[in-house]
């Protein structure tokens, strides 16, 4: 007896459709039951959370708009697009510093690069303190990920050399075919690397650091970068490290200089200094 | 010992704005000016009440939000209260208002103002301003600045969305209608 020979076309289509629905919804099931745990530690360097947030690229932003907003890098000139070390002493972290020894200006895609050693040391520390997944675990929990969708390809190839076999028309399943392989691919492509402790430590962070997203300050700027991308320096001072990664944003343009308002209180400010703030 | 338990904020707190039997109250005048909400007007004042109490104990220039610039605007335009009362005896001192002399040095001051509002904000009252009222930067340089005063006798105002799709269904109306005749 032959499976699903009873079925039409259409009713085979249907049941594809809502399988492969099914699917979607048991890959997701599985990387979030089968995620590792991992360990809750307190992990909070600004490049640990940049990695655990966003990946390498949000490492290199974290670091640039860290330099930047502390003044140790700025605009260069007369290359557009790029950023120069305006102050080598400036404190660094040594992912910073890496960056402050380059003598040539350089864009964020070049840091990207030049910090690939760093990254991978931080990744190595973030695999050893339990926040992301050994590389055979991350390989594992991708196979489980996808697995529902293999089960269903397989189901719909048997449907198809079936249909093939009696003259069916099965175009339009082997179109679901290569959508479920390509939606498999992206899956396993994008199943997140993080245990669950680190997954819950950037959430944690998040919550704490509402603020950050609004309006950080000089020294935090690398965390907020960190926590949320390059999006928080928009209206910030430091919005050139945004139009960098992004040059065709539509977010920006922070030209006004209409905004302001600011208090001055005479006891505030001591010693009697603060006269001529008009009003 | 937290903002709440001194003596400065207990002051602050009891201090109400204008005539308390005004037929327009400050709060009222106040939501009305700006067209909020009663409630969300009351939560401005609450904000400016905090904001005072950080003009007073940050150390260092404080900037608001538009929101609660507009409560500071319209307690001045309150000059005996302002001048004579809230100052004087519930603040203790003179809280002067300084509106941006243009230009980036500027704009770069004024943002690092706020920033330091916001983190001396939340060490003070320990948690974060409300968000509906103290916006982030980009909302509160580049799109706050944007409100202008209207007369709703004279004009229609329409959120750019609407405006947006009834213009393109204008187009798209004139367009079949052209095609039909």
């Known amino acids: 007896m032959q499976l699903f ?26 990387a979030h039951r089968l995620r590792p745990q991992g360990r809750f530690g307190e992990s909070h360097e600004p490049e640990d959370i940049a990695l655990l947030a966003g990946g390498s690229g949000r490492l290199a932003d974290s670091v640039l708009a860290d330099l930047f907003a502390r003044g140790a890098l700025a605009l260069a000139l007369g290359a557009k697009g790029k950023l120069a070390v305006a102050q080598a002493t400036v404190p660094a972290s040594p992912a910073g510093r890496t960056l402050l020894a380059v003598r040539e200006p350089f864009d964020p895609d070049e840091a990207n690069r030049m910090l690939a050693l760093h990254t991978t040391r931080v990744v190595a520390r973030l695999r050893r303190e339990g926040l992301l997944m050994r590389p055979e675990d991350h390989a594992r929990l991708r196979w489980l990920a996808i697995a529902p969708f293999i089960v269903l390809i397989l189901i719909g190839l048997y449907r198809e050399r079936a249909g093939s076999a009696l003259g069916e028309p099965t175009g339009y399943l082997v179109i679901l075919l290569v959508v479920t392989a390509l939606l498999a691919v992206v899956r396993f492509v994008r199943v997140d690397p993080r245990t669950a402790a680190g997954i819950a430590a ?54 006004s200089d209409s905004g302001g308002s600011s208090s001055d209180s005479g006891s505030g400010c001591g010693g009697g200094g603060c006269g001529g703030c008009g009003g | ?66 929101a609660v610039d507009q409560a500071w605007h319209l307690h001045l335009t309150y000059s005996r209260d302002y001048w004579q009362v809230f100052c004087p005896a519930v603040l203790g001192a003179d809280l002067h208002h300084g509106p941006t002399a243009g230009g980036p040095v500027e704009r770069a001051r004024y943002y690092h103002q706020y920033a330091d509002t916001l983190a001396a904000y939340e060490a003070a009252f320990g948690e974060a301003p409300p968000r509906l009222i103290w916006p982030d930067a980009h909302r509160r340089f580049a799109v706050d600045p944007f409100g202008v005063r209207v007369n709703l006798r004279n004009a229609i105002l329409l959120p750019r969305r609407v405006a947006l799709a009834l213009g393109f269904l204008a187009f798209v109306v004139g367009w079949l209608a052209g095609r039909i005749m």
């Not at chain 1, 609004?214 to 935090?220: K, W």
């Not at chain 2, 904001?51 to 007073?56: D, E, N, R, S, T």
């Open chain 1, 5 to 30: 020979s009873s079925w039409t076309g259409s009713d085979f289509l249907l049941f594809y459709m809502v399988l492969l629905a099914t699917c979607g919804a048991a890959s997701w099931f599985i």
């Open chain 1, 202 to 255: 950037v959430n944690g962070l998040r919550r704490q650091s509402a603020r950050l997203r609004r309006a950080p300050q000089p020294g935090e700027a690398g965390m907020a970068v960190a926590l949320f991308g390059t999006t928080v320096l928009v209206g910030t001072p430091w919005e050139p490290v945004h139009a960098m990664r992004h040059p065709n944003s539509s977010e920006g343009g922070t030209s």
């Open chain 2, 1 to 66: 010992m937290s903002a709440f338990d001194s003596q400065l904020w207990q002051r602050i707190a009891a201090h109400t704005i204008g005539p308390q039997d005004a037929a327009l109250s400050f709060s009222a005048r106040l939501a009305r000016e700006n067209r909020w909400s009663p409630a969300y007007a009351e939560a401005v004042i609450g904000e400016y009440m905090r904001f005072c109490y950080l003009a007073i104990t940050a150390g260092n220039e404080v900037t608001p939000s538009d």
